[in-house]
């Protein structure tokens, strides 16, 4: 949201009076519940790209009603659009990288907890073996790493627990199977 309070929208010059005047409305009435909903989504990483996600929910908005839709239940349809958008939003942010060439911790994931008394060659052989992972299992063993669980890795990265699980209990047996094959015995 910009200085004044709405939406950072661009008004497209194509639709009715009528589309144009509910699209406005339906933005100055939600310009908070797409604020808030951004902002608990990216967390420190509201700063980075927070501005574009709530663009891209004002154009999400824009093309439901540009195709004739109703939107029925708006705030049901704000949350629901912000908050899937805000979560790819902040997968490509972590996967490109945030700026100098960190990750950014767009979705508030604690960085993984890395124990001194460990080699230096079973470090590498773990960040080779994370590298490796597909992105989604690579989020939830790092944030399992960090002393996260599957119920709050779940709800900090807008996924069900199942899911969650699934992407945490898959990547862990990839990482260990990796760490086998570089003959690092697991306790």
Not at 12 to 32: I, K
Not at 116 to 130: C, D, K, M
Not at 149 to 176: C, F, M, V
Request: net charge positive; hydrophobic share 40%; proline share 5%.
């Amino acid at each position: 949201m910009n200085d004044s309070g709405k939406p950072p929208c661009v008004h497209p010059s194509t639709g009715t009076a009528d589309t144009l005047g509910r699209f406005e409305e339906l933005m100055s009435t939600h310009a908070d519940l797409i604020r808030w909903v951004v902002r608990r989504t990216l967390g420190q990483a509201t700063d980075l790209c927070g501005e574009d996600t709530e663009q891209e929910v004002c154009l999400a908005a824009w093309r439901t009603l540009a195709m004739g839709k109703e939107i029925p239940h708006p705030s049901s349809f704000f949350v629901n659009v912000a908050t899937r958008i805000a979560v790819r939003q902040a997968q490509k942010v972590r996967r490109v990288g945030g700026g100098e060439g960190e990750e950014t911790g767009c979705s508030e994931l604690p960085a993984p907890r890395v124990d001194p008394g460990i080699s230096l060659s079973i470090r590498r052989a773990v960040e080779e073996g994370l590298a490796a992972l597909t992105p989604r299992r690579r989020m939830a063993v790092e944030a399992w790493l960090a002393g996260m669980n599957h119920k709050e890795i779940a709800r900090q990265l807008a996924w069900t627990p199942s899911a969650a699980r699934h992407a945490l209990y898959d990547g862990l047996a990839q990482l260990r199977s990796h760490l086998r094959r570089q003959g690092i015995a697991l306790g």
